[in-house]
């Protein structure tokens, strides 16, 4: 079993910055890629930012220029930098992962619970 806990949401005013960090524990052999998503009130949890075991980043449009994504793979965790914070942003964000429990198994996906961030005044 793979366990994914998030941290680091919270209050924050707009044009603050917020860091998430997400961390994969378990039966891991390798994390294909972590991802951050968000769902707002009323809305459809959407892709925000994810990073693959290469490295290579990839956001959402609305994010682009304020968030960085970024991983440590020796402690299989992943962090989302968050600047310039807008009220637009406020949301539950979910962290998903993708590993691999034996080096020929299929990939699986994993969801941590959530992390609350809102950003008002």
């Known amino acids: 079993q793979v366990q994914v806990v998030e941290s680091g949401g919270g209050l924050v005013q707009p044009g603050g910055s917020l860091r998430l960090s997400c961390a994969a524990s378990?039966?891991?052999?390798?994390?294909?890629?972590m991802d951050w998503y968000r769902q707002g009130p009323g809305n459809q949890r959407d892709l925000v930012a994810s990073?693959?075991?290469?490295?290579?980043?990839n956001y959402a449009e609305p994010v682009k220029g304020r968030f960085t994504i970024s991983r440590d793979n020796a402690k299989n965790t992943a962090y989302l930098q968050m600047n310039s914070l807008k009220p637009e942003d406020t949301a539950v964000y979910y962290c998903?992962?993708?590993?691999?429990?034996?080096?020929?198994?299929?990939?699986?996906?994993?969801w941590g619970q959530g992390t609350q961030v809102t950003v008002s005044s």
């Open positions: 990073i693959v075991s290469g490295g290579t980043t």
């Open positions: 378990g039966n891991i052999f390798s994390i294909d890629a």
């Open positions: 998903k992962v993708i590993v691999k429990v034996q080096p020929t198994s299929p990939s699986y996906q994993y």
